[in-house]
């Protein structure tokens, strides 16, 4: 999977309610606080909970509320119509549709509505039949790591892979809710990507943007975060998810840090380029020297702004005859002292070769437009 940027996913789950309007809503509101990407879980709850006396316990609305999970995943079931619609809303709203499947129907069932993504969740990892299915469908898949060791992540990524699935990645996942924060090891994220030569993300279930952020840092391609429009609203996960609010502040946190993070280059920024010759030290006249003064290190001083030879040349400078006079402060250059007949190893050619080119380097040097405005401090 290849992205320009960092993908944000407004996680909305089974916060729909089973409200389809509500839905919509929340589609919108991702996306007006900046989400590249929404997802929904879409399932048959019978074909996953064969015991129908298990229950929940979780806070709603401020209480705690416990039921029967068949009932409550019921509730947030989506039809294939469903599907339609909701796809069909992000495509209008101009957001990426993708959802978590738990079965291979609910794999077909996405394929048929061209779905962007497929996305396995933490509780089906080892569900290797189902990451199958989503492989050869040659579909970007998407795998959650929670609750995994090591040995479980790769016997899935094999699976994966075995199956002719390419396009893979792997987020890193702590599945509790919220995740405090020394539970979080954002460190698995490039261990992940290392380990299985793979992009890597962070599925986060933390309070707040920090995470995310932080995530970001150490090289997260994507995040998915819970979203709902309202902490307030009755159900499993509201209260956990981020509102609107926050996850704007997330997705302006997280491209400010993309911005810094920049090139891994290590080359000087254009900012930089004209900032060396201001900040630069270079090869000046410690005092007054006439024409014909054998140069001695007492006569060579280093000062701003840059314009002379850089302090590299100083024991080429050392016993040159000088050819002009020069005034305290006035940088040298090759053409202010004689040429050497010594070639000079550490630059690769003769003395008077060199002195050529470097008085072109020097001339063109000054030549350039500087136009740096402020900034006269130290640049450390």
């Not at 729909?16 to 509500?22: E, T």
Request: with cysteine; net charge negative.
């Amino acid at each position: 999977m290849t992205l320009s940027r960092v993908l944000l996913i407004a996680e909305i789950g089974i916060n729909h309610n089973g409200d389809m309007d509500l839905a919509e809503t929340m589609i919108h509101a991702a996306r007006d606080a900046g989400a590249d990407a929404v997802k929904f879980q879409n399932y048959v709850a019978d074909e996953f909970l064969s015991d129908h006396t298990l229950t929940y316990t979780y806070l709603s609305q401020g209480r705690e509320v416990t039921e029967s999970q068949l009932a409550m995943f019921k509730r947030y079931e989506l039809s294939d119509a469903d599907l339609v619609r909701l796809k069909q809303c992000c495509d209008r709203a101009g957001v990426l549709f993708f959802s978590t499947p738990m079965g291979k129907g609910g794999v077909d069932a996405l394929i048929r509505i061209g779905t962007a993504y497929l996305k396995n969740g933490s509780d089906c990892l080892g569900h290797l039949p189902l990451i199958r299915h989503m492989a050869r469908t040659g579909l970007p898949t998407i795998l959650s790591t929670g609750m995994a060791n090591e040995a479980e992540i790769a016997e899935a990524v094999a699976a994966f892979r075995g199956a002719g699935g390419s396009d893979l990645v792997l987020l890193a996942c702590t599945s509790a809710y919220p995740t405090p924060s020394d539970a979080v090891h954002l460190r698995r994220i490039p261990e992940l990507a290392r380990k299985f030569n793979c992009a890597a993300g962070f599925s986060d279930h933390t309070a707040g943007w920090e995470a995310a952020v932080a995530a970001v840092c150490v090289g997260a391609c994507m995040i998915e975060k819970h979203f709902t429009t309202d902490r307030q609203l009755p159900g499993p996960d509201h209260w956990f998810s981020s509102d609107p609010v926050e996850f704007r502040e997330l997705v302006l946190r997280v491209r400010e840090v993309e911005t810094m993070l920049g090139r891994p280059e290590l080359q000087p920024t254009a900012l930089e380029r004209r900032a060396r010759e201001e900040y630069r030290v270079t090869c000046t006249a410690a005092r007054d020297l006439p024409a014909g003064h054998i140069l001695a290190e007492a006569d060579i001083g280093f000062h701003r702004p840059a314009g002379g030879l850089p302090p590299s040349q100083l024991e080429n400078l050392l016993g040159r005859t000088l050819v002009q006079d020069l005034k305290r402060g006035d940088g040298f250059s090759w053409a202010c002292v004689a040429p050497s007949e010594e070639p000079h190893e550490s630059l690769g050619f003769p003395g008077r070769a060199r002195d050529s080119v470097a008085a072109e380097t020097i001339t063109a040097r000054k030549e350039s437009t500087l136009g740096l405005q402020g900034g006269i401090g130290r640049s450390a």
